[in-house]
């Protein structure tokens, strides 16, 4: 069974029109990332969320937003796609608690987001 | 800052034979953990291996298992008896012990294409 289950798998949207990718989780951990993948290139960390508590990456740019309305939901909103947004988004959660955690991600299938 | 370094782009293997993917990785930390991560084509990236920093032995999970290194930073991956189902982009990652704040926010090396042929 999916723990970590990301909607839709695929994403078209256009130049400047927003959108919201959806993540949610049946493992009731407390973290949830999001990652930005492009092609051939590892992961990068955007932002991730520990409980409530939201964690920006300095360099992630301000057209990525971020929701978690509760544990079982994460949302990433971009403002005004560019074509440059285009790759594939990954979440992935963790229990956050060092003792249990072992520091091991989960991670969804990913959305793969196109901008025309 | 903590860096993740994979010099091999693309690897190849035939069928059962062993292969061994490298990783290098630059901290000032001594608490750590260090991971390989499988990503399929198309598919969701998943963990193979888990190795704390504190610990001497090397990890090991069925036909895979690591050389981790600690002085000379260095975390290789062997994949025995190679299959079919192992093509993937091989992930490198590292998080700091502490979490730091970060809560554990994984770094990533580039990646490692591993084709096996028939």
């Known amino acids: 069974d999916a723990m970590v289950i990301q909607n839709p798998r695929y994403q078209v949207t256009q130049f400047g029109k927003p959108v919201t990718l959806s993540c949610s989780q049946t493992?009731?951990?407390?973290?949830m990332y999001w990652y930005q993948q492009k092609s051939s290139q590892a992961p990068k960390l955007l932002f991730h969320?520990?409980?409530?508590?939201?964690?920006n990456e300095a360099d992630t740019p301000d057209n990525f937003q971020s929701r978690r309305p509760n544990t079982s939901f994460c949302f990433l909103d971009i403002r005004s796609p560019g074509l440059g947004d285009a790759a594939m988004y990954l979440c992935?959660?963790?229990?956050?608690?060092?003792?249990?955690?072992?520091?091991?991600?989960?991670f969804g299938a990913g959305t793969r987001l196109s901008v025309l | 800052a903590q860096t993740v370094t994979q010099s091999q782009p693309e690897m190849s293997v035939q069928e059962a034979e062993t292969v061994t993917l490298s990783c290098t990785y630059d901290?000032?930390?001594?608490?750590?953990?260090l991971f390989w991560y499988k990503q399929p084509p198309s598919r969701q990236m998943i963990l193979v291996i888990r190795q704390e920093a504190y610990k001497q032995q090397n990890a090991t999970e069925n036909r895979f298992s690591v050389n981790f290194q600690k002085a000379a930073k260095s975390f290789s991956l062997k994949i025995s008896d190679s299959q079919l189902g192992d093509a993937a982009m091989y992930f490198c990652a590292y998080t700091p012990g502490d979490y730091g704040g970060s809560q554990g926010n994984l770094i990533f090396g580039k990646g490692t294409k591993l084709s096996v042929k028939p």
């Open positions: 969320y520990y409980d409530k508590d939201f964690n």
């Open positions: 901290t000032s930390e001594s608490d750590y953990y």
């Open positions: 992935a959660t963790s229990t956050g608690k060092r003792q249990l955690a072992k520091n091991i991600q989960y």
């Open positions: 493992l009731n951990h407390n973290v």
